[in-house]
Structures are given as C-alpha cells and as structure tokens.
C-alpha cells in the first residue's frame, strides 16, 4: 500500500502522460471563445451585489429600481449602475410604466442556474 500525505495528493508521482486523454481534453482549443462567455458569465453573476440583485428578482419576480435599492441597502444610482451591467449580459430585461421601470429575470435558463448554485451552496 503506498502512503500517500494529504499535501502530496494532487501530486503524480510519475511523469507519464496518457496521449488518448490529452487528445480528448485539447477539444478546449477549438472551443476558446466558448470558454471565455462562459468565465465572463460567471464573473458577472460573481460580483456580490449582482447576486443579491438576481436572488431577489429570481423571488419577487419583478421589482423596480427603488425596491431593489431598498433591499439591497444601496443608491439607486447605485443599482441603476449594477442593472446596466445585467442588462448589457442579457441577464435581466426590464419595462417601463408611466416613470418607474421594472426588471425581472431576462431566461427561465437563469433561474435555472441559481436554483442549482443555490442547492449546491446548501448540501442538497
């Protein structure tokens, strides 16, 4: 049995390389641009606020701008900053009623995601 120590772990402890695995995994290569909407999407959903901002519409379904500053404990310049960037990713979609506007969830797709992000950060 080889004993292997928790820092070690990540570690091979050969040099060897496995050309079928590698040819499969290089499909990221042709994949690029792909890949990197993805890490953008996601650093526009990591920001804090913008989370917060989505988990409340993903609730409450529709909010106006002054809602969503009263939960948030932020200026509505504030979260009129943080709606553009949602807005500009297709992430929320917004309609305006005489002078207030209100925003909801852009694609079924998104709640999808929060829902998943949800039950994962909970352990279920």
């Known amino acids: 049995m080889i004993d292997i120590k928790e820092k070690d772990i990540d570690i091979c402890e050969v040099t060897e390389t496995h050309n079928e695995i590698i040819e499969k995994a290089n499909v ?3 994949k690029s641009n792909e890949l990197n909407k993805i890490a953008d ?3 526009i959903i990591g920001d804090r606020t913008r989370i917060k901002l989505l ?3 993903f609730e409450v379904n529709e909010m106006c701008v002054c809602d969503i500053s009263s939960v948030l404990n932020k200026s509505g310049s504030a979260v009129s900053h943080q709606l553009r960037v949602l807005r500009q990713a297709d992430l929320v979609k917004y309609r305006k009623e005489g002078k207030v506007v209100y ?3 852009n694609e079924k797709y998104i709640k ?3 829902e998943i992000v949800y039950e994962k950060v909970n352990g279920k």
């Open 28 to 30: 990221i290569k042709s």
């Open 41 to 43: 999407f996601f650093k």
């Open 55 to 57: 988990y409340s519409l």
């Open 103 to 105: 925003y909801s969830l």
């Open 112 to 114: 999808n995601i929060l």
